[in-house]
Each structure stands twice: as C-alpha cells, then as structure tokens.
C-alpha cells in the first residue's frame, strides 16, 4: 500500500507542474553557462518600462526594445484603442543597459514584435492597427503594410501580425498571428509574393504563429505558440521539421543565432491560472535540446513571462519580459 501511495502521489505531483499536464524535463548537462545580470537595464529614475514584446540588436551591438508603457492587454475585456503617448522603441547600450535614443510615442496601440535587419532597419508590428512598420534606425518611417484597424486575410490585409523576419535581399516574412494562422512572404518593396498555413497541428499549421527567425541559409523558424513547437520551413515555406518536447509550454519566442548556429526559444507555463515561469530553451544544429535556464533550474531571478529574446555576438542573451516588465540579460561564459 505505501508503494502504491508514493507511486500516485508522484503521479498527481508530475501532472500539477505543466498546465497542459507536461512534466519538467531534466536540465542537461552543458559546458555554458548563463548568469544573470543583476541591475541592468539601468533607466532613468521614474522611468516606466512597460510590457516588453519585443527585442533587437543593431550592428553596433545596442539593443533595442519595443514596450507598451501603461498599456496591457486586457485578459476579458476588448483591446484598447488609444495610441500610446510614450516613447515604445528604447535604444540601450549592451554594457551599461542606458538609453542612447529613444522614440515611437503616438504612433502605436498595442506592440508586438521587433526586428533589426542587417542595415539597421527597424521593423516592428502592431496587433491592434493591423499593421507591419519599416522605420530607420532613428525612426522615420519607411514602409507601412497593412490597413489600419481593419483586419483581413489577404494580400494587402493583416488580422493582428505578430512578427517579422527580413532576408539579406531585404524580403521579408510577416508571421500573422493571432487572427489568421499563416506566414506571408512580401518583396523588399512590400510587394505581396506568397503564403503558407491554415489553423490546426500538423506540419504546416499553425495555432499562433507568434514569432519568426532565420537561419544563415534563409529557412523559416515559427514559435507555433498554442502547439508548443517551433516549426521550421525553407525559403518556399515546405516543412522541413518540428522541434517539440512534452515539457515545452506554449512557444513565445525563436532566434537563431547565426553566430553559434544555435535554435533559441522560450516557453510559458501556467499551473490552474498561476504562473509557474518561462524557459530559455537552447538546440544544438541537429535539433536536440543542448541547455536551458529559467523555472527549471539554474537561475537566480524573479518569476518571468518571456516574450521575446535576442543574442549578441558573444553569445549574450536578452530576454523581454511581460509578467513583471523587465528586460533580462544573461551572459555567457563556459563552466
């Protein structure tokens, strides 16, 4: 009877730990490590940091960070409808974590995704407008796709895009998102090209696409957010493969960092409605698990929702927060 009686409390102690019923995998054993760094970002006093959605690096290495301020998504009521009056788009120095430059107020209701491209274009999307932005570094607007506030699922409509990734001819995928379950393809001139997804689980599918990354030879990374996976495409959007563990919560972010070439991405879980944290979860080329830090283990930091990351050139990750409104970084050093 006590073997019995372990053997079922074990059991219910497994299932508690994941909201979808998913145990914690065990931490594997890896030559880097990652420490957080303590007090960094360092922003003026009085400064508010909102929800972090979104997170960049320029050539210069300054990281860029795309937040809401006083605005949050609401959980039951509608989304909000007034622009946001301060400054979204933070531009900080990677030591120090200071704001070199700063803009983006009046121009966004509820941001989302950031993307540097390699010539320092900023490209960012808001789900609420409806629309993909294309700024210069300092933030004057180039590009703007999409209608805003009309939400569609076609050539020149988005219905609230998530994220963006940006080829090295300067085209482009648009991962859209909550409303519709797809990636599309646009030219460097924001002509439409092509799309692939429908709402579902198998390979092709999508049940929010929330986040988009390339690799050195152009494939397609998605965070299937809902499906727990990250999907992987080439150029033309065939599947090529799934990156999917039964301890991953829902899939927020991927960056692969074309340093390492090495697949980034962090989860979320929830246990009966409480938070219970977020991973950075790190895969070797072949697609196995090589490390990861955050609820699981080996972290000394509070309690984070993750929603974005992105690498240095040494290896340093950033991660945006969205429970307590932080921006992380980890460094990277071998053990």
């Known amino acids: 009877m006590r073997y019995y009686f372990t053997a079922l409390l074990l059991f219910i102690l497994n299932a508690c730990t994941n909201s979808s019923g998913n145990s914690a995998a065990v931490i594997p054993v890896n030559k880097i490590h990652y420490q957080l760094v303590k007090n960094w970002p360092q922003l003026p006093q009085g400064f508010v940091l909102g929800d972090v959605t979104g997170i960049g690096i320029d050539t210069s290495q300054h990281i860029f960070a795309f937040h809401r301020g006083y605005t949050e998504w609401p959980l039951i009521s509608s989304l909000p409808d007034t622009f946001i009056t301060s400054k979204t788009i933070l531009e900080l120095d990677r030591k120090t974590g200071r704001i ?12 989302h ?118 999907q992987a495409f080439d150029s033309t959007g065939k599947f090529l493969k799934e990156y999917k563990d039964k301890s991953f919560g829902y899939l927020y972010a991927v960056n692969y960092d074309t340093t390492t070439e090495q697949l980034l991405a962090v989860d979320y879980i929830t246990s009966f409605g409480k938070p219970k944290g977020s991973d950075v979860i790190i895969f070797d080329a072949g697609g196995k698990i090589q490390n990861r830090f955050g609820r699981t283990g080996l972290y000394d930091g509070p309690l984070c929702r993750y929603h974005d990351l992105a690498v240095d050139k040494n290896g340093n990750i950033y991660a945006g927060d969205i429970l307590d409104n932080h921006i992380q970084k980890f460094e990277r050093a071998a053990q």
């Not at 070199?100 to 941001?111: Q, T, Y």
């Not at 519709?180 to 689980?201: D, I």
């Open 100 to 111: 070199i430059n700063s803009w983006g107020a009046g121009i966004f209701i509820m941001p």
């Open 113 to 230: 995704g950031l993307t540097v491209d390699r010539n320092n274009n900023i490209w960012v999307t808001d789900v609420v407008l409806n629309q993909v932005f294309k700024f210069t570094h300092d933030g004057v607007l180039q590009m703007k796709l999409g209608v805003s506030r009309v939400a569609g699922n076609d050539s020149i409509h988005f219905n609230l895009p998530t994220d963006v990734a940006v080829t090295n001819d300067g085209s482009f995928y648009v991962s859209d998102g909550y409303g519709n379950s797809r990636v599309v393809k646009f030219s460097a001139a924001g002509k439409y090209l092509f799309e692939w997804g429908t709402k579902g689980n198998g390979p092709g599918e999508f049940n929010i696409p929330h986040a988009i990354s390339l690799d050195k030879n152009e494939n397609v990374y998605v965070a299937d957010r809902e499906n727990s996976r990250v």
